[in-house]
Structures are given as structure tokens and as C-alpha cells.
């Protein structure tokens, strides 16, 4: 029997008590995040996964009902973020529109960014053009959400209507919100990359793995987040799933390092490990070659590190003062020229920065650069850059492993 007028507003026609609604909200929007993350993000934004057609349609048919986002137009700003990160061009970027605009505002900036039809053509190729995205999901992509709205009325009755809103919400604010704006803000980072992004925890659970920012940022492509033997991405775990019943094929997991012992000069397979890995590289220099000598430097002076170089400045020194405000950054730059040593590390830094951000078409050429840096790194005398050049040069790829 259909419930009374009463009990239908109240209860809809499935009559369910909070516990189940509580139930099927948590479904739901986990639903919503696999759909952006495995689907929009790993799998078309970055072509680190294929999935089945079915399972492929189901998730956008689920962006539709749930976001009312466009693949193509997702697809288009979050490129356009990797490739213009932290400029005055990144679509969200809490460095040049302020944490507090990108965290509470990000859905604002994304319906900005998608006004923006020179970069959606641009950056949107390949994203899905059949019949259906052309008659239904790009030109009325906001029925989604009312027939979801709807839906839930009849389904749980006025009830129904503040779980809708809460749906509304769940990615405007964890994805355009937390991962856009704390994600590049606040957290701990596995690789010194040339964006700020970072890790907000190092388990990626509650908003699908997205959690592994850093991470992200390193290897881009790479359809596994999680890369510590520590971190979990449950996006990855997803995947996995899809894969055993035959509904997914990776294509790319990030890269993993071996390290050869007694090679004489760097090779090619040397070259090729750091022009795959050099995050990774900067990030070995700067826990192996920078940070002891800013210990060492301490322990002559006789005082803690943090008291002779204040934090600020300490995370400034990886990146020379990148994201430091002038003021401080010519403080940093001053502290570094009176510590001749420091200096002479920053600036070996830098030049093996700028040969492996080379895009030369002579890859040989590299290569004798790379084992001209490597040469006078040994014959500095600092016996931690001596040793980051000999381990450097046993630098190679395993085998891909998915």
C-alpha cells in the first residue's frame, strides 16, 4: 500500500529511518568520489587506467546524475591546473588566489575556469563525443541533478531533500575545496616537485585516495597514489577490484628505483632513471646533501637548527626561496651567502635541476652534461655530495610492475 499523504512527505515511499538514510548518503557520495577520481581523474584526465564500457558509462552517467560536471570541461581545468600549476593561469592555485578563495570558493573558480572555451578545446581532447554526451549529458547537464532531486523527495520525502543538498555539496567541497585548496597548502610532502602540493594523509580513504596530492603531483600519470609501503589509496584498492573481475587495465604506475652498485660514469639507464624520476632525485639531494650540512653547520655554531635557520626559511632553502615572500627571501639568500658551503650545494642543486628539466633532442648531450656535474661533484671535497654522485649513477628503472 502507498503510506498516507503525511507519512509520504515525511518518509517518502520507502518509509526509511535515519540509520538507512545515513547508509545510503555514504554510499552515495563514495559512489560520487570513485566516479570522479577512478573516472574523471586517473582514467581521462591522465590515461593511468581504461575501464570496462559499462563500467566506464556508468560512472559518467553517475557525474551526471550527482555533479552535473562535464567530462570534457573536468578533463580540460584539471590539465590546465597540472600544466600552468602555481601560475597566475592555474584555475585554482591557493598561492595566487589565496587559501581562503580556493577553499571555500572552489566550486566558483571551476564554473569560471569552464567559461574559459580556448582552454577547454585545448586541454579537453579526447574526452568522450558520442551521441549521448552530445544530446544529453553536455547540453543539459543540469538535469541530473533535478531528476536526482526529485528522486530523493519520492524516495525519502522532505527528508530526501536535505540528503540531495548534502550530495550537492560533497564535491564542490572535499574536491574544488579541501583537494585544491588544503592540497596545495597544508600537509607533508614524499618529493620536493616544483609545485607545492602535498600530502594531506597518508591514508587516502575518505575522499577516494586524492588524499596522496604530493604523490599525484610527482607522477601524474601513474593510476596508484599511494607510494610508500605506509600510505593506502583506496582508489588504487578500487582498482584492483575492477581488475581481477576484468572491468579495468591499468596503463601506468609510477615508476620504481634500483640503485647499481659500481658504476663508474652515468649511463643511459642512469639518464633515463632521473629524467623518469628527478622529483625523486631533488628529493634524495635535499634528505641526503642539503639537510646534514644545515645539521652540520648547526652543530659548529653550537645552537639547534631551528634557532639559527627559523622554519620558514628552512622550507624556503629547498626550492631557493621559491614561495617565499620577497622580504624573506632575500633573508634567505643573505643567511646562504655567509655559509659559503650551504651556497656551493644550493648551486650544484641547481645545475642538476636544469639538466634534467632539459628536453634536448640530442639525448647524448644530457647525458655529458650529466656526467660533467657528476665529475665535479667528486672533486668538490664535500664528501655528501661525492656521495649522493656515486650512489646518482646506479641509478636505473625496475621493471614496470602494475
Given amino acids: 500500500m502507498f ?45 593511468g587506467v581504461d575501464f570496462h564500457p559499462l563500467l566506464n558509462h556508468f560512472f559518467r552517467f553517475w557525474t551526471w546524475l550527482t555533479t552535473s560536471m562535464i567530462t570534457r570541461e573536468w578533463v580540460a581545468i584539471h590539465r590546465k591546473h597540472h600544466a600552468k600549476c602555481e601560475t597566475e593561469e592555474d584555475p585554482h592555485s591557493p598561492r595566487t588566489k ?33 551521441w549521448i554526451e552530445r544530446h544529453l549529458y553536455t547540453p543539459h547537464a543540469t538535469w541530473g541533478p533535478t531528476f536526482l532531486l526529485f528522486l530523493s523527495f519520492a524516495l525519502f520525502g522532505f527528508k530526501g531533500i536535505a540528503v540531495w543538498a548534502i550530495q550537492m555539496a560533497w564535491i564542490p567541497f572535499w574536491a574544488a575545496g579541501v583537494v585544491n585548496g588544503l592540497g ?79 658504476i663508474p660514469v652515468p649511463d643511459t639507464d642512469t639518464l633515463k632513471a632521473l629524467l623518469a624520476l628527478r622529483f625523486q632525485a631533488m628529493t ?35 626550492d631557493d626561496g621559491r614561495w617565499l615572500k620577497p622580504d624573506a627571501r632575500e633573508q634567505l639568500r643573505e643567511w646562504v651567502a655567509q655559509r659559503p658551503r650551504i651556497g656551493t650545494l644550493i648551486e650544484y642543486r641547481a645545475r642538476l635541476a636544469a639538466v634534467l628539466e632539459t628536453r634536448s633532442q640530442n639525448a647524448s648531450d644530457t647525458l655529458q652534461a650529466l656526467q660533467q656535474w657528476c665529475r665535479e661533484a667528486e672533486a668538490s671535497g664535500i664528501q655528501a655530495l661525492q656521495d649522493f654522485s656515486l650512489r646518482m649513477k646506479g641509478y636505473a628503472l625496475q621493471p614496470a610492475r602494475v
Fill in 98 to 130: 589565496g587559501i581562503r578563495t580556493v577553499f571555500w570558493r572552489g566550486v566558483e573558480l571551476y564554473r569560471e575556469a569552464r567559461t574559459d572555451r580556448a582552454s577547454i578545446e585545448q586541454y579537453g581532447k579526447g574526452a568522450p563525443n558520442d
Fill in 284 to 318: 634524495d639531494y635535499q634528505r641526503n646533501v642539503v639537510k646534514p650540512a644545515l645539521q652540520e653547520e648547526a652543530r659548529i655554531a653550537g645552537a639547534k637548527l631551528r634557532a639559527m635557520l627559523p622554519r620558514q626559511l628552512r622550507k624556503g632553502i629547498v
Fill in 184 to 262: 596545495h597548502w597544508w600537509g607533508y610532502r614524499n618529493f620536493e616537485t616544483t609545485d607545492t602540493a602535498t600530502n594531506l594523509t597518508p591514508w587516502g580513504v575518505w575522499i577516494g585516495g586524492e588524499e596522496l596530492h604530493n604523490n599525484h603531483h610527482a607522477f601524474p600519470s601513474s593510476a596508484k597514489f599511494a607510494l610508500r609501503r605506509w600510505e593506502f589509496d583506496i582508489g588504487w584498492a578500487a582498482i584492483k577490484l575492477f581488475e581481477a573481475v576484468g572491468m579495468a587495465k591499468v596503463l601506468r604506475v609510477a615508476p620504481a628505483l634500483d640503485i647499481r652498485p659500481n
Fill in 3 to 47: 503510506p498516507s499523504l503525511f507519512d509520504f512527505l515525511s518518509g517518502g515511499l520507502v518509509q526509511a529511518g535515519w540509520g538507512t538514510m545515513l547508509v545510503y548518503l555514504l554510499v552515495a557520495t563514495q559512489l560520487t568520489i570513485f566516479s570522479v577520481t577512478l573516472y574523471l581523474h586517473r582514467s581521462q584526465a591522465h590515461r
